[in-house]
């Protein structure tokens, strides 16, 4: 059974350093591609960012770039959303999903991990 | 790049058909065959119920069907039920090889 199990919730200070994680089970975790999206409280779906495990191959929406950093770990079928310095605006759920090309679509979504920063 | 336009709701009566338009630009929907449409439920992660335009995954109820024309694509329900009410995103593919949402339709089941 395929399955995608992200960390759990989380509250940290502005300036603070985040890692939330995204592991996958039930399929060949390199041959498939990780997106992250964010959904703001009450607001849409925003895609972030995608990474392919096989070869760490990353792409970011220009939104994104350079605000969030991806990556995986294979050996431990992983992947990784982290910031360095987070700001209150960073407040949302962060869902992870895989995808079998890069073009979508997204079939298998984690359950979400809410990220609450605040001082 | 900016979200794909989306109207905001949609309502109709159980049974009825409805349809929720997705309008981009050749550089995303006009200029790919891959459209994506995920049906959300309060507090529920993002499900997908069509594919490349209109592809259906396994699973799906028929009463889901996909198309394009031009820059806009389209998700019509057909037979509408209480269990469809939800938010509804679409997501295309771009030039920039990334992926854009949709800014997200709520189906209400009057």
């Known amino acids: 059974e395929v399955q995608v199990v992200q960390s759990g919730a989380e509250v940290k200070k502005p300036g603070e350093s985040l890692k939330i994680s995204c592991k996958g089970s039930?399929?060949?975790?390199?041959?498939?591609?990780i997106a992250w999206v964010r959904q703001m409280p009450g607001k849409g779906l925003e895609w972030m960012g995608i990474?392919?495990?096989?070869?760490?191959?990353?792409r970011y929406s220009p939104s994104f770039q350079g605000q969030v950093t991806i990556s995986a770990d294979k050996s431990i079928s992983t992947a990784y959303l982290q910031w360095s310095s987070l700001k209150a605006s960073d407040t949302a759920m962060y869902y992870c999903?895989?995808?079998?090309?890069?073009?979508?679509?997204?079939?298998?979504w984690g359950q979400g991990t809410l990220v609450t920063v605040s001082s | 790049q900016s979200a794909l336009t989306q109207p905001a709701s949609v309502s109709g009566s159980p049974g009825q058909s409805i349809t929720i338009s997705c309008t981009g630009t050749?550089?995303?929907?006009?200029?790919?065959?891959?459209v994506s449409w995920y049906q959300q439920h309060p507090g529920k992660a993002p499900k997908v119920m069509i594919y490349?335009?209109?592809n259906r995954p396994s699973g799906v109820s028929n009463r889901f069907s996909g198309s394009k024309s031009g820059n806009t694509a389209s998700l019509t329900i057909s037979g509408l039920q209480a269990e469809d009410e939800a938010d509804y995103y679409c997501?295309?593919?771009?030039?920039?090889?990334?992926?854009?949402f949709g800014g997200g339709t709520k189906v209400t089941v009057l």
């Open positions: 999903a895989r995808q079998g090309l890069v073009r979508g679509p997204a079939d298998y």
């Open positions: 039930g399929y060949s975790f390199t041959n498939y591609w």
């Open positions: 990474i392919y495990p096989g070869d760490s191959d990353t």
């Open positions: 050749s550089s995303d929907v006009g200029g790919y065959n891959f």
């Open positions: 490349d335009v209109s």
């Open positions: 997501a295309s593919y771009t030039r920039s090889i990334t992926l854009v």
